[in-house]
């Protein structure tokens, strides 16, 4: 069974830093490009960042640039993001995702949530004082 479980959500203070998780079991997470997405109550959903299968390609929303941080660790088929000097309007649950490299830029990843088959159930991030 294929399933990506995120982790690391919480209640943080404005200015402070979280890591999400994002873990799959059931497949090897390397041939994939894996994207975070948030969505706030009463919102679409967002993409936040993504990253390529090799980890050599990143790409940011510019609300997030310079605080959020992706990575990943494909011998413990895991993906992170860093979230620094979060902000009220980061609070959303976020979602991790999985989906084959794009077609014709392998090494490159993609912010359209289309284009992702598999989906983690959802971390809730709350910033708040």
């Known amino acids: 069974q294929l399933q990506l479980v995120e982790s690391g959500g919480g209640l943080v203070q404005p200015g402070g830093s979280l890591r999400l998780s994002c873990a799959a079991s059931?497949?090897?997470?390397?041939?994939?490009?894996i994207g975070w997405f948030r969505q706030a109550p009463g919102k679409e959903r967002e993409g936040v960042s993504c990253?390529?299968?090799?980890?050599?390609?990143?790409n940011y929303a510019d609300s997030v640039k310079g605080r959020f941080t992706m990575s990943r660790d494909n011998a413990k088929n895991t993906v992170y993001l860093q979230m620094n000097s979060l902000k009220p309007e980061d609070t959303a649950v976020y979602y991790c995702?999985?989906?084959?490299?794009?077609?014709?830029?392998?090494?490159?990843?993609?912010?359209?949530?289309?284009?992702?088959?598999?989906w983690g159930q959802g971390a809730q991030v709350t910033v708040s004082s």
């Open positions: 990253i390529s299968s090799s980890g050599g390609n990143t």
């Open positions: 995702a999985a989906g084959p490299p794009p077609v014709g830029i392998p090494r490159m990843c993609v912010m359209n949530s289309l284009k992702y088959n598999y």
């Open positions: 059931g497949f090897t997470m390397d041939y994939y490009a």
